[in-house]
Protein backbone atom coordinates (compact mmCIF):
# COMPACT_ATOMS: atom_id res chain seq x y z
CA UNK A 1 0.00 0.00 0.00
CA UNK A 2 1.59 3.57 -0.83
CA UNK A 3 2.72 5.83 2.22
CA UNK A 4 0.15 8.45 0.65
CA UNK A 5 -2.48 8.76 -1.87
CA UNK A 6 -0.91 10.21 -5.57
CA UNK A 7 2.44 9.14 -4.81
CA UNK A 8 2.76 6.80 -7.65
CA UNK A 9 2.46 9.71 -9.83
CA UNK A 10 4.64 11.70 -8.14
CA UNK A 11 7.22 8.72 -8.65
CA UNK A 12 5.87 9.12 -12.48
CA UNK A 13 7.01 12.91 -12.30
CA UNK A 14 10.45 12.58 -11.03
CA UNK A 15 10.82 9.63 -13.39
CA UNK A 16 10.10 11.76 -16.47
CA UNK A 17 12.61 14.56 -15.37
CA UNK A 18 15.24 12.16 -14.32
CA UNK A 19 15.13 10.44 -18.10
CA UNK A 20 15.02 13.81 -19.63
CA UNK A 21 17.58 14.88 -18.06
CA UNK A 22 19.97 11.98 -19.15
CA UNK A 23 18.80 11.89 -22.55
CA UNK A 24 19.66 16.05 -22.76
CA UNK A 25 22.80 14.92 -21.26
CA UNK A 26 23.56 11.66 -23.39
CA UNK A 27 22.05 13.12 -26.46
CA UNK A 28 21.76 9.87 -29.44
CA UNK A 29 24.42 7.56 -28.17
CA UNK A 30 21.35 5.48 -27.47
CA UNK A 31 21.74 2.42 -29.69
CA UNK A 32 18.26 1.46 -31.98
CA UNK A 33 18.79 -2.29 -31.21
CA UNK A 34 19.23 -1.37 -27.08
CA UNK A 35 16.63 0.78 -27.42
CA UNK A 36 14.36 -2.42 -28.88
CA UNK A 37 15.71 -4.73 -25.98
CA UNK A 38 14.37 -1.94 -23.53
CA UNK A 39 10.73 -1.73 -24.96
CA UNK A 40 10.77 -5.79 -25.23
CA UNK A 41 11.40 -6.15 -21.32
CA UNK A 42 8.65 -3.42 -20.85
CA UNK A 43 6.36 -5.59 -22.64
CA UNK A 44 7.14 -8.62 -20.47
CA UNK A 45 7.36 -6.49 -17.15
CA UNK A 46 4.10 -5.24 -18.30
CA UNK A 47 2.67 -9.04 -18.67
CA UNK A 48 4.16 -9.64 -15.30
CA UNK A 49 2.12 -6.55 -13.71
CA UNK A 50 -1.14 -7.66 -15.44
CA UNK A 51 -0.56 -10.95 -14.09
CA UNK A 52 -0.66 -9.53 -10.40
CA UNK A 53 -4.35 -7.55 -11.21
CA UNK A 54 -5.73 -10.48 -12.49
CA UNK A 55 -5.56 -12.80 -9.33
CA UNK A 56 -9.05 -10.78 -7.50
CA UNK A 57 -10.65 -12.80 -10.38
CA UNK A 58 -9.86 -16.11 -7.84
CA UNK A 59 -10.11 -13.88 -4.53
CA UNK A 60 -12.75 -15.43 -1.89
CA UNK A 61 -13.88 -11.56 -1.60
CA UNK A 62 -14.87 -11.29 -5.09
CA UNK A 63 -16.19 -14.93 -6.11
CA UNK A 64 -18.32 -14.95 -2.91
CA UNK A 65 -20.37 -11.93 -4.06
CA UNK A 66 -21.47 -13.61 -6.90
CA UNK A 67 -23.52 -16.22 -8.02
CA UNK A 68 -21.45 -19.65 -8.60
CA UNK A 69 -19.69 -19.19 -12.48
CA UNK A 70 -20.40 -16.22 -12.22
CA UNK A 71 -16.79 -14.05 -11.81
CA UNK A 72 -15.65 -14.88 -15.45
CA UNK A 73 -18.91 -14.18 -17.24
CA UNK A 74 -19.42 -10.75 -15.48
CA UNK A 75 -15.38 -10.13 -17.04
CA UNK A 76 -16.60 -11.69 -20.14
CA UNK A 77 -19.74 -9.00 -19.93
CA UNK A 78 -17.86 -6.26 -19.21
CA UNK A 79 -15.19 -6.25 -21.28
CA UNK A 80 -17.53 -7.23 -24.83
CA UNK A 81 -20.04 -4.42 -23.29
CA UNK A 82 -16.88 -1.91 -22.83
CA UNK A 83 -15.46 -2.89 -26.27
CA UNK A 84 -18.62 -2.42 -27.94
CA UNK A 85 -19.04 1.21 -26.44
CA UNK A 86 -15.65 1.72 -26.84
CA UNK A 87 -15.84 1.19 -30.61
CA UNK A 88 -19.19 2.54 -31.31
CA UNK A 89 -17.32 5.98 -29.54
CA UNK A 90 -14.44 5.27 -31.77
CA UNK A 91 -12.41 5.90 -28.56
CA UNK A 92 -8.77 5.05 -29.79
CA UNK A 93 -9.34 6.53 -32.99
CA UNK A 94 -10.63 9.64 -31.45
CA UNK A 95 -7.46 9.94 -29.11
CA UNK A 96 -5.19 9.06 -32.28
CA UNK A 97 -6.42 11.89 -34.01
CA UNK A 98 -6.51 14.42 -31.29
CA UNK A 99 -2.34 13.20 -31.11
CA UNK A 100 -1.44 13.46 -34.47
CA UNK A 101 -3.95 16.63 -35.22
CA UNK A 102 -1.72 18.44 -32.36
CA UNK A 103 1.52 17.25 -33.88
CA UNK A 104 0.66 18.22 -37.40
CA UNK A 105 -0.15 21.80 -36.02
CA UNK A 106 2.85 22.27 -33.75
CA UNK A 107 5.27 20.73 -36.56
CA UNK A 108 3.43 23.12 -39.31
CA UNK A 109 4.58 26.11 -37.30
CA UNK A 110 8.71 26.92 -37.45
CA UNK A 111 8.86 27.14 -33.64
CA UNK A 112 11.63 25.44 -31.40
CA UNK A 113 11.60 21.98 -30.53
CA UNK A 114 10.39 22.45 -27.02
CA UNK A 115 7.32 23.03 -28.20
CA UNK A 116 7.27 19.50 -30.33
CA UNK A 117 8.95 18.15 -27.43
CA UNK A 118 6.18 19.31 -24.88
CA UNK A 119 3.03 17.69 -27.29
CA UNK A 120 4.91 15.03 -28.09
CA UNK A 121 5.57 13.77 -24.60
CA UNK A 122 1.96 15.31 -23.23
CA UNK A 123 0.52 13.09 -25.63
CA UNK A 124 2.91 10.13 -25.30
CA UNK A 125 2.49 10.06 -21.03
CA UNK A 126 -1.00 11.31 -21.13
CA UNK A 127 -2.76 9.01 -23.70
CA UNK A 128 -2.33 5.68 -22.70
CA UNK A 129 -4.68 3.29 -20.08
CA UNK A 130 -2.25 3.33 -17.60
CA UNK A 131 -2.35 6.59 -16.90
CA UNK A 132 -5.92 5.94 -16.07
CA UNK A 133 -5.75 2.69 -14.63
CA UNK A 134 -2.76 3.25 -12.70
CA UNK A 135 -4.19 6.63 -10.90
CA UNK A 136 -7.48 4.76 -10.42
CA UNK A 137 -5.70 1.43 -8.68
CA UNK A 138 -3.58 4.19 -6.95
CA UNK A 139 -6.09 6.89 -5.40
CA UNK A 140 -8.66 3.33 -4.53
CA UNK A 141 -5.54 2.31 -2.33
CA UNK A 142 -4.85 -0.60 -4.54
CA UNK A 143 -1.08 -0.33 -4.40
CA UNK A 144 0.95 1.60 -6.48
CA UNK A 145 2.38 -0.95 -9.05
CA UNK A 146 0.34 -0.05 -12.67
CA UNK A 147 1.93 3.81 -11.96
CA UNK A 148 5.70 2.10 -11.55
CA UNK A 149 5.62 0.40 -14.02
CA UNK A 150 4.27 3.38 -16.22
CA UNK A 151 7.47 5.36 -14.33
CA UNK A 152 9.45 3.29 -15.51
CA UNK A 153 8.25 3.01 -19.46
CA UNK A 154 8.01 6.83 -19.32
CA UNK A 155 11.86 7.19 -17.81
CA UNK A 156 12.73 5.48 -21.10
CA UNK A 157 10.37 6.75 -23.62
CA UNK A 158 11.54 10.82 -22.22
CA UNK A 159 15.30 9.76 -21.96
CA UNK A 160 14.79 8.82 -25.97
CA UNK A 161 12.80 11.79 -27.26
CA UNK A 162 14.71 14.31 -25.08
CA UNK A 163 17.86 13.34 -26.60
CA UNK A 164 16.54 14.97 -29.85
CA UNK A 165 13.70 17.33 -28.74
CA UNK A 166 15.07 18.92 -25.52
CA UNK A 167 13.14 20.08 -21.59
CA UNK A 168 10.16 20.04 -23.82
CA UNK A 169 9.86 16.97 -22.88
CA UNK A 170 10.40 17.58 -19.16
CA UNK A 171 7.67 20.47 -19.09
CA UNK A 172 5.10 17.31 -20.04
CA UNK A 173 5.01 16.95 -16.13
CA UNK A 174 2.73 20.00 -16.05
CA UNK A 175 -0.59 18.37 -17.72
CA UNK A 176 0.13 15.03 -16.49
CA UNK A 177 0.29 15.71 -12.79
CA UNK A 178 -2.85 17.86 -12.93
CA UNK A 179 -4.31 14.51 -15.24
CA UNK A 180 -3.53 12.00 -13.27
CA UNK A 181 -4.32 13.91 -9.81
CA UNK A 182 -8.17 13.92 -11.01
CA UNK A 183 -7.53 10.29 -12.07
CA UNK A 184 -6.85 9.76 -8.79
CA UNK A 185 -9.35 11.64 -7.24
CA UNK A 186 -11.84 9.78 -8.64
CA UNK A 187 -9.97 6.51 -7.44
CA UNK A 188 -10.14 7.75 -4.58
CA UNK A 189 -13.68 8.39 -4.28
CA UNK A 190 -14.57 4.87 -5.99
CA UNK A 191 -12.76 3.28 -3.56
CA UNK A 192 -14.25 5.16 -0.74
CA UNK A 193 -17.84 4.45 -1.91
CA UNK A 194 -17.91 0.62 -3.53
CA UNK A 195 -17.36 -2.63 -1.59
CA UNK A 196 -14.28 -4.70 -2.36
CA UNK A 197 -15.82 -7.20 -4.94
CA UNK A 198 -16.60 -3.93 -7.28
CA UNK A 199 -13.22 -2.90 -6.94
CA UNK A 200 -12.23 -6.48 -7.75
CA UNK A 201 -14.35 -6.20 -11.00
CA UNK A 202 -12.44 -3.00 -11.83
CA UNK A 203 -8.97 -4.45 -11.17
CA UNK A 204 -9.39 -7.59 -13.01
CA UNK A 205 -10.50 -5.36 -16.27
CA UNK A 206 -7.63 -3.19 -15.80
CA UNK A 207 -5.54 -6.36 -15.83
CA UNK A 208 -6.79 -7.57 -18.79
CA UNK A 209 -6.16 -4.06 -20.86
CA UNK A 210 -2.34 -4.39 -18.90
CA UNK A 211 -2.37 -7.86 -21.30
CA UNK A 212 -3.00 -5.99 -24.15
CA UNK A 213 -0.60 -3.53 -23.64
CA UNK A 214 2.11 -6.08 -23.28
CA UNK A 215 1.27 -7.99 -26.43
CA UNK A 216 1.76 -4.08 -27.86
CA UNK A 217 5.53 -3.50 -26.51
CA UNK A 218 6.03 -7.01 -27.52
CA UNK A 219 4.58 -6.26 -31.21
CA UNK A 220 2.71 -9.28 -30.92
CA UNK A 221 -0.51 -7.58 -31.39
CA UNK A 222 -1.98 -4.33 -31.75
CA UNK A 223 -4.97 -4.39 -29.69
CA UNK A 224 -7.05 -1.52 -29.45
CA UNK A 225 -6.53 -0.53 -25.38
CA UNK A 226 -8.13 2.92 -26.00
CA UNK A 227 -11.91 1.11 -26.69
CA UNK A 228 -11.85 -0.98 -24.27
CA UNK A 229 -11.75 2.06 -21.46
CA UNK A 230 -15.39 1.55 -20.88
CA UNK A 231 -15.13 -1.33 -19.56
CA UNK A 232 -13.50 0.46 -15.83
CA UNK A 233 -16.41 2.05 -15.50
CA UNK A 234 -19.15 -0.50 -16.38
CA UNK A 235 -17.49 -3.35 -14.42
CA UNK A 236 -18.77 -1.99 -10.73
CA UNK A 237 -22.40 -1.81 -12.33
CA UNK A 238 -22.53 -5.29 -13.86
CA UNK A 239 -20.96 -7.10 -10.70
CA UNK A 240 -23.81 -4.90 -8.71
CA UNK A 241 -26.56 -6.25 -11.12
CA UNK A 242 -25.41 -9.97 -10.84
CA UNK A 243 -24.55 -9.77 -7.28
CA UNK A 244 -28.38 -8.94 -6.95
CA UNK A 245 -29.27 -11.84 -8.17
Not at 132 to 146: E, R, V
Amino acid sequence: MAMFIGLGTVINLVAIIVGSTIGIAVGHRLRKDSQISITDVLGLITLLGATSALIPLWSRDFTSALPQGAPLLVILLTMLLGGFLGTALKLESRLDNFGEGLRRKFKASEESPFVEGFVTASLLFLIGPLAILGSISDGASQGIDQLLLKSSLDFFAAMAFASTLGWGVAASIIPLGIYQGAWTVVGWIAGNVLEQYQIDAMTICGGLMLVGIGLRLLDIKKIAVGNLLPALFLAPLIATLVHSF
